[in-house]
Each structure stands twice: as structure tokens, then as C-alpha cells.
């Protein structure tokens, strides 16, 4: 996204050099109208005076036999040739329907997982963030669109809402308050909500009488509405004059069993850290069993949790290696995947929302040198493990709960090399707001810091997947959020991480 803001720059020199042309061109074509207006009257005046001179004769055949032609030719000249060839060229890399339909959800997910309502986000009021950054009602409305034609009212209601909201305090818009009512009103039936959905359609049929659906749609919604008042018994309330906003009506359920407790963690609620456990925590150097490669430069660890045990090495990477680690993965930085558990095969989804790209510790002596640093702080071998992954999450990406080691049965390309034995997650930049480690299970979130890395094991020692670590990446609110990581596989550990005598060890 950081080439499109260039491209849009050029794109924008372009349209100014287009409109000077056409400036120029229609400064020459005003100078030559005045000119001729002045000759034409004197002509005019006294035509067979003004022929009777030989030089006005001679004038007069060469402007209508080259000079207007000349003119014609200029008048037929298009200054918006170089504009449109310019955008052609540009527009293969222009976002479509798909990416501006994917932004506005993100927009979604992060106004559900942070609880920020539509007026915070229309005027650019995000947590510890001062921007201009504001939604016009056209934006608003395009907002609650976009998630209708989705099926998505409850989306639907809170940004059309606040899309009428804005109209009714004076804001021009394309966009006029029937069609803003119209999917307003619907959208409400659709939640449920028949009392506010009846208000709403007379709202709409006060400002257009003849509009096609409305009509119909009022005296639908007030039979069902009197219907159903029968069938309970009760007597009709008018709807509340409050406004509709976050929290008037419930968010759907989904797929996800924890999704209020992970995003509670995302928010920074809900964590689990009580004094008993904090006094649990060290932090210390660590030189890796006395590895020669830390002996005389032992890394910064802390305890970040006790049970699983969750560390974060500090100064792990220094600014150039991580500068060089994303020039490296940029050109190759793809949507992630996950692998569907009834196919096997790599497909996006929903859940996953990042790029990724995977490194080779022969493409570059710092992928080599991180490779080793891992293995010198871990004391497991690197021989076996998985390519450095490295990911970037922009506005909204996230992935949801999920576990790093395969359950049975497992992935065919796990026979040779075994599960994902443990996770080293390096955070390459630091997040504005969001973007949060969280284990809903035992309720931890681990914040990004740059330059720093954490670890933890998600298997067992006798090789059975610890639950505990499902965790998730929460949705970026403000920022960019880099990361890479290893994952550390089964075989050739053996003796590095020896079985124990219980199957939980």
C-alpha cells in the first residue's frame, strides 16, 4: 500500500499537467478569438473597403486557408492523451472491489474488537491517536453498504446510522437521506428491531411518497408488528428516541467459541496475571547452557507467563538486521494461507489476515546469523525447522485463535520432520494501538516491542500438543505490525528436549 500512496502523488502531477495543458490550449484558442472578434468587426463594417486594399485581400485568403486550419488542428489537439496513458499504465496495480470491500471489514473487525462506536471512527478518534483522518457520509454510508450487501445488519445499522446522523447535523452529501433511510429501515427489521424499522419507513415515505418499496415495506412491517403484539399479549411501545448505537442490539455469534474473551485480552481486559504469578517472574541473562555464542554476550530474558512458560529475549534483533529482513521479503510478501483440515489444501480465509513471505538462511548472512541466534538460545537444532516466516499485518490483519502444532491426524509433510515442537515469534516494529500476542486460554496478552523476541514450546515433552497455546494475533488498530518467526520442529531434538515421565511434562 505504501507504493500506491506514489503512485497516487504521480497520478496527481499528472492531473496538474493535464490541466495546464488545457489551460494553454484554451488561453491560445481565447487569444485567437479575440483577435479575429476585432478583425471581423473592422471587416464587416465595410467589407468592399476593406477587401479594396490588397494586403487585407492577401490576409484574408491565407487565414481561412491555413491559420483556421492551424486553429482546427489545436481545437482537436487532446491534452488528456498523456493523463489517460499515464492511469492505464497504473491501474493494473490499482486495489479492486475485493480490496476496498476487505478494508471497509477491517474497519468492522477492529470497531467490534476494540468496542469503538462509528461516530469515533467517522471523525478519526482512535485510542492515543490525533488525525484527520474523517469518514463523510457518503463514506459512512458506503460503510453500511458494504456490509449489507453482505447480509451484515448489524454492521449495516450502526454505519448507516451514524450516516444519517451526519446528514441530519448539516453535512453535504452525494448521497441523499431516502436511499440512507431505506437501507436504514431494512436493516433494522432485519435485527429485529419492528417498532424503530416502522419509524424509520414513515420517516422515508414523509420525504419521498412515491418511493417503490417503502409503501409497501410500512404496511408490512405494522401487520407483523401487530401480529405479533397479539400473539404475546401486549400492547404497542413506541420505539426509543435514543439513537441507535454500539450496544443497542446484540452482535451475532460466530464460529468462534472465545471470540469475547480474545477480544477482551486484545483490549488489554480479562488478563489473568495476579500477584501470585507475577512473583513467579524473573528476568536474567541467559547464555544458552553456556553456548560459545553467548558466553561473552548473554541475551536479556524475561519471564513473560509461568504456566506454559512464555519468555521474551530482549535486543534480540538490531534495526539493520530488521531493515534487511523486510527488504528481503517485500517483493514476495503474498497473502497467507492456512491449510483447510478437510482438503489439506492452502487457501486464505477470513481468519488469517496478513502477508507473508519465507526467507532461506542461504539468501542473506543476516538470515543465517538470526537462524543460529535461535539455535544458540533455544539449544534446539534449526537443521529441521521450518524457512523464517516473516508477516506483516497492516490496518485490521490479524489471526484468530489457533494452535502451531498439527493434531492427528497429522499433515503429511509432519512424517518426516514431526510436529511444530515450539514457536520463536521476533517483533520487527512496534504497534501503535493493537496488535497483541493473546492466549485466551489462560488469559496472557504479549505486546509488540521492536527488537525483541518470545518463545515458548507448544508441545509437550513426550510429543503430545499443549492446548494451552492456541493464541491468536489480534486485528492492528493503528500502525504497521512486522513480524518473523521459526518454527522449531520434532525431529533431531531428541536429546536436545528428552522425552519425561509423564506425558504433561
Request: glycine letters at 6%; charged letters at 30%; hydrophobic letters at 35%.
Amino acid at each position: 500500500m505504501t507504493d500506491l500512496i506514489y503512485t497516487e502523488k504521480e497520478l496527481v502531477q499528472s492531473l496538474r499537467e493535464y490541466i495546464k495543458a488545457e489551460e494553454s490550449k484554451l488561453a491560445t484558442v481565447k487569444s485567437w478569438a479575440n483577435k479575429l472578434d476585432a478583425l471581423t468587426r473592422v471587416s464587416t463594417a465595410d467589407p468592399e473597403g476593406y477587401l479594396a486594399h490588397p494586403v487585407n485581400a492577401y490576409k484574408l485568403m491565407k487565414r481561412l486557408n491555413t491559420e483556421w486550419s492551424e486553429l482546427e488542428s489545436l481545437v482537436l489537439q487532446n491534452p488528456a492523451d498523456g493523463f489517460v496513458s499515464n492511469m492505464s499504465v497504473h491501474r493494473q496495480y490499482f486495489p479492486d472491489e475485493e480490496d476496498e470491500t476487505g478494508a471497509a471489514k477491517a474497519l468492522m473487525r477492529l470497531q467490534d474488537t476494540y468496542q469503538l462506536d462509528s461516530e469515533a471512527f467517522s471523525k478519526g478518534k482512535l485510542p492515543g491517536v490525533h488525525s484527520n483522518a474523517v469518514l463523510t457520509v457518503d463514506d459512512c454510508f458506503d460503510m453500511g453498504k458494504t456490509a449489507y450487501n453482505d447480509a451484515d445488519y448489524y454492521h449495516a445499522v450502526l454505519w448507516l446510522q451514524q450516516a444519517l446522523k451526519q446528514l441530519d447535523d448539516g453535512e453535504e452529501a452525494v448521497v441523499s437521506k431516502a436511499d440512507i433511510l431505506d437501507y436504514l429501515s431494512y436493516s433494522v427489521y432485519q435485527m429485529g428491531d419492528l417498532p424503530r424499522a416502522i419509524e424509520l419507513t414513515r420517516r422515508l415515505v414523509a420525504i419521498d411518497p412515491s418511493h417503490q418499496r417503502a409503501g409497501g415495506n410500512l404496511r408490512y412491517f405494522e401487520q407483523l408488528l401487530m401480529k405479533q403484539l397479539r400473539e404475546m399479549n401486549q400492547d404497542y411501545q413506541p420505539p426509543s428516541e435514543e439513537p441507535i448505537q454500539l450496544g443497542t442490539y446484540s452482535r451475532p455469534k460466530d464460529h468462534l467459541p472465545e471470540r469475547e474473551s480474545y477480544e477482551a485480552l486484545c483490549r488489554g481486559e480479562g488478563i489473568q496475571m495476579t500477584e501470585a504469578r507475577r512473583s513467579r517472574l524473573f528476568c536474567r541473562y541467559h547464555d544458552g547452557k553456556r553456548n560459545p555464542h553467548l558466553l561473552l554476550k548473554p541475551v536479556k530474558e524475561e519471564d513473560e507467563w509461568d504456566s506454559p512458560h512464555i519468555v521474551r529475549y530482549l535486543d534480540l534483533l538490531s534495526d539493520e538486521e530488521i531493515e534487511k529482513i523486510k527488504e528481503l521479503a517485500k517483493p514476495r510478501l503474498a497473502r497467507a494461507t492456512v491449510r483447510d483440515p478437510k482438503t489439506g489444501v492452502l487457501t486464505t480465509a477470513n481468519y488469517r489476515v496478513s502477508k507473508s513471505a519465507w526467507l532461506e538462511g542461504e539468501e542473506d548472512p543476516v538470515i543465517d546469523r538470526v537462524n543460529q541466534r535461535i539455535e544458540a538460545i533455544t539449544g534446539l537444532t534449526v537443521e529441521t525447522a521450518e524457512l523464517l516466516q516473516v508477516a506483516n499485518y497492516g490496518v485490521g490483519g490479524q489471526y484468530e485463535p489457533h494452535f502451531d502444532f498439527s493434531r492427528r491426524p497429522f499433515d503429511s509433510n509432519l512424517h518426516v520432520d514431526g510436529n511444530r515442537l515450539a514457536t520463536f515469534l521476533n517483533y520487527m516494529s512496534d504497534v501503535e494501538a493493537g496488535g497483541a500476542t493473546v492466549f485466551p486460554d489462560f488469559g496472557a496478552a504479549i505486546w509488540p516491542r521492536k527488537g525483541t523476541s518470545v518463545f515458548w514450546y507448544n508441545l509437550f515433552r513426550s510429543g503430545e500438543g499443549d492446548y494451552r497455546t492456541r493464541h491468536a494475533a489480534c486485528p492492528v488498530l493503528v500502525g504497521s505490525k512486522w513480524v518473523s518467526n521459526k518454527w522449531i520442529h520434532e525431529r533431531g531434538q531428541e536429546f536436545r528436549r528428552p522425552c519425561g515421565l509423564t506425558e504433561v511434562d
